[in-house]
């Protein structure tokens, strides 16, 4: 995965070599910690207002929910959302090569999970520790036509789909295909997207405008996503913080 691949604010610090990296030590070690990379206490609270209630409901009539974790990296918001872990116990459970191996939590409700990722080696770490059931691989601005369909399907068949601090990676004729593939199942499903703040607002703009004319909006917060290294803090003087902004839609009946 190469920078080129990803389509970056040019003023957002890159961390590549982190997202290659066979195991999520180095994203624990360089971003939970070094960072104080706080978001999933948020994206878990605004699932858990939002979208859990939903989900039991589903697993008491006895189905299993299709979540899908868009760009997923290592999982820590699957951490987060399916296992109901808090940033402490994420960071705790990848705390060396070895623990991180093993998930030191259970899932809160029945579910079939699928990541979707550029990185082979986090899709790789993800299933091999029985995070996803299912991956897939892919450069979402560029997709091979067989990763193009294996993405649509997942995206159709989701009933829960989780793209965190993400989209902003993404061109937006890829994000207007990636909620269209979401909208156009003919039954009730959820999506919890984030916003970053102060990075590319403008996409952040077209964004919101494409999910809101694809989907209906339902609930949304603002809080703290994570502190900005110093080359952020160099690009925008006098901010510390990377604020975040967290939307739940669902399609439309």
Wanted: charged share 30%.
């Amino acid at each position: 995965m190469s920078q080129s691949q990803i389509k970056t604010d040019e003023k957002k610090q890159h961390f590549d070599d982190i997202y290659v990296a066979e195991n999520p030590v180095p994203f624990k070690e360089r971003i939970l910690d070094a960072l104080d990379y706080i978001s999933d206490d948020f994206n878990r609270r605004m699932f858990d207002r939002l979208i859990l209630p939903w989900v039991r409901d589903k697993a008491q009539r006895g189905e299993t929910v299709n979540y899908v974790d868009l760009c997923a990296c290592f999982g820590n918001t699957t951490m987060a959302t399916v296992y109901g872990m808090d940033y402490e116990a994420i960071r705790h459970n990848w705390r060396d090569v070895d623990a991180c191996w093993k998930i030191e939590a259970e899932r809160r409700f029945p579910a079939h999970t699928t990541g979707i990722d550029i990185s082979a080696n986090a899709m790789a770490y993800g299933q091999g520790c029985g995070l996803f059931d299912e991956t897939v691989v892919a450069d979402l601005n560029a997709p091979a036509p067989e990763a193009r369909q294996a993405v649509d399907t997942a995206m159709e068949n989701a009933d829960v789909v989780i793209s965190t601090a993400s989209l902003v990676y993404l061109e937006p004729e890829v994000i207007a295909g990636l909620i269209d593939a979401f909208a156009r199942a003919p039954r009730e499903g959820y999506m919890l997207v984030n916003f970053l703040n102060p990075f590319s607002l403008d996409k952040a703009d077209l964004t919101k405008r494409l999910l809101l004319e694809r989907l209906e909006f339902v609930g949304s917060m603002a809080t703290r996503h994570r502190r900005m290294s110093p080359l952020e803090q160099e690009n925008y003087p006098g901010e510390e913080w990377s604020l975040l902004e967290i939307w739940v839609l669902r399609r439309k009946p």
